[in-house]
C-alpha cells in the first residue's frame, strides 16, 4: 500500500471515529496503535509509552493547569458579573449598549481566563438574561454571547497558544503579543456590526430620561480592577523578560485565587473545591489530548505521511495565496467537528513546513489558525459556545441561536481576509517588543 492510499485509509478511519463521538484522546490513541500495529507490527509498540510520556515531558505544560486554574477562580466568583455591570454602567447610552457590554466584557474576560467556553459561560449567565429581559431580539442576545466567548482562546494568556507554540516550537511570549492586536480588531468589529444592527433596528432598551450617576458608575469598578491589574502583570513579566510561561501563569494563577478568596469571600471548602475540580478536569483533558496528538504525529510520520503530503503540495506549484485559502478551509471544516486543541495539536506540525516553505510567518499563521478555531467554536455539530448558550438560555430555539452567530463569523472571515492583507496587525506587537526574528 502507497503512502497515498495509507494516508486516505488513515483519514477515513479518523473521521469515522470522531463521528462516532468518541473522546478525542482515547480516539487519537487507539487509531495510532491500530495503524502502528497494522503496517509496522507488534514491535512498533514498544515506542508507544515512550512517544507518550515525550508529549508530557515538557516544562512549558505546567502553565496550561496554572492558566486554567486562574480562569477557574475567577469564572467560579462573581468577577464576570461585575465586569459586566460595569461597562453596562458605563456604555448604557450607546446604541446596543447592553450588547457591547457584553462582547467588552467578554474581552476582557477573555484576558483573564484564556478559555473560550468559561468567557461564554461567566458572560452570558448575567448578560443573555438581562438583554432579553430589556427587549433584545432573542438572536442578538445569544449570538453575541456565542461570538464574545471566542474571544477566549485569542486575547492571551492563550491556551490555544500555547499548545500551538508546543507543536510548532514557535515562542510562546511572541504569540500572546501576536493575539492582542487581531483580538482587538474582531471585538471592533463585533461592535460595529452590533451598532449597525441596533441602528437599523431603531432599538432602545432604556428610558429617554434614564441616566446612572457618577457615583454609580465607578462604585462598580474596585472589584474588577485587581484582577485586570493581574492580566497586566502577568503579560508584562512574560514581555520583559522577567519570568517564563509557566512561572508567570502559577503567580498568577495564586493571586487570582487570593483576591477571589479576600474580595468575594470564598472561604467555604465547596468554593475551593470547585476550583480545583474544574482545573483539573479540563487540565488533564487536555494533557491527555496533547499526549495522544504526538502519538498520532509519530504515526503519521512513521508511516511517511506527512512527508508525502508535504512533497505532494509542493509539486502542485500553487500560488501561496491559494494554498492559504485551502489551508483556512480545512481548518475551517475540522473546526466544526473537532476540538480546538486536538485540531493544533494534529494539523500545526504537518502545516508548518507547508506555509514556511510558502513565505509565511509562523507566527501569523498561528493567529489565523486560532480564528478558524474561533469559527469552530460556534458552528454546528460540535460548536462548544453553542452548547453553553443552550444551556444557559434552554427556552431559546438552537436555530435562533445559529442564526444570531452567523453575522458575527463573517466578521471573523473578514478578520482573517484584513489580516492577510495587513500581517503587521499580529507582527508589529512582537517585533516591536521583543525585537525581529529573520523570516
Known sequence: MTPTQQGLLVLVVTVVVFLSGAPVAFALGAISIVFLVLFHGLDSLRAVAETFYAGLNDFTLVSIPMFIMMGAAIGTSPAGKDLYEALDRWLYRVPGG??????????????????????????????????????????????????????????????????????????????????VMPGLLLTTLFILYTLIYIWMQGFRPYAAGFRYSWKEKFESVPKVAPFLFIVGGVLYVLYGGVATPSEAAGVGAALC?????????????????????????????????????????????????????????????LNRWVLMGMINLFLLVCGCFIPPAAIILMTAPILLPIITGAGFDPVWFGVIVTINMEIGLITPPVGLNLFVVNAIAPDVPTRTVLLGSVPYVLCMVVGIVILSLVPEIATWLPDTMMGQIKR
Open 257 to 317: 485565587v487570593v483576591l477571589a478568596v479576600i474580595i468575594y469571600r470564598m472561604w467555604r471548602p465547596r468554593d475551593w473545591w470547585a476550583i480545583l475540580r474544574d482545573t483539573t478536569r479540563e487540565s488533564v483533558m487536555i494533557l491527555m489530548i496533547i499526549a495522544a496528538a504526538v502519538l498520532f504525529g509519530y504515526m503519521l510520520t512513521s508511516l511517511y505521511l506527512t512527508q508525502t503530503l508535504a512533497q505532494g503540495i509542493a509539486a502542485m506549484q
Open 98 to 179: 447592553l450588547v457591547i457590554s457584553n462582547i467588552g466584557a467578554c474581552a476582557l474576560f477573555a484576558a483573564l481566563t484564556g478559555s473560550s467556553p468559561a468567557t461564554c459561560a461567566a458572560i452570558g449567565k448575567m448578560g443573555i438574561p438581562e438583554m432579553r429581559k430589556r427587549g433584545y431580539p432573542d438572536e442578538i442576545a445569544t449570538g453575541s454571547i456565542c461570538a464574545g466567548g471566542t474571544l477566549g482562546i485569542l486575547i492571551p494568556p492563550s491556551i490555544t497558544f500555547i499548545l500551538y507554540g508546543i507543536a510548532t516550537e514557535t515562542s510562546i511570549g511572541r504569540l500572546f503579543l501576536a493575539g
